[in-house]
Nanobody, 124 residues
């Protein structure tokens, strides 16, 4: 079992920045690729970003390219999502997820463990 706890969400004006953190406990963190997903009201959960076990491989959804970065610190069992130039359409509950796969997936069904989510609200 892996337990994931997100933090760092909040209310931010458009153009601002937030950094989300996801702290993991349980199994060896470095054995899991990590992903960030988001779900806006009335919409399906969508992929945002993912990072491989070592951090050497990342992928992003097109809408956040150049604005968001994903990183991890395996010594601290934590994955981060740095969000810059935020837009109102980024408003959602953000979830981190872990997969034991060596690949970096964008599909929610490929992830084994999920956090409870943290709300990001971007106002214009």
């Amino acid at each position: 079992q892996v337990q994931l706890v997100e933090s760092g969400g909040g209310l931010v004006q458009a153009g601002g920045s937030l950094r989300l953190s996801c702290a993991a406990s349980g199994r060896t963190f470095s054995m899991y690729a990590m992903g960030w997903f988001r779900q806006a009201p009335g919409k399906e959960r969508e992929f945002v970003a993912a990072i491989s076990r070592s951090g050497g491989n990342t992928r992003f959804t097109d809408s956040v390219l150049g604005r968001f970065t994903i990183s991890r610190d395996n010594a601290k069992n934590t994955v981060y999502l740095q969000m810059n130039s935020l837009k109102p359409e980024d408003t959602a509950v953000y979830y981190c997820a872990a997969t034991s796969s060596i690949l970096v997936y964008a599909t929610p069904s490929q992830y084994d463990y999920w956090g409870q989510g943290t709300l990001v609200n971007v106002f214009s």
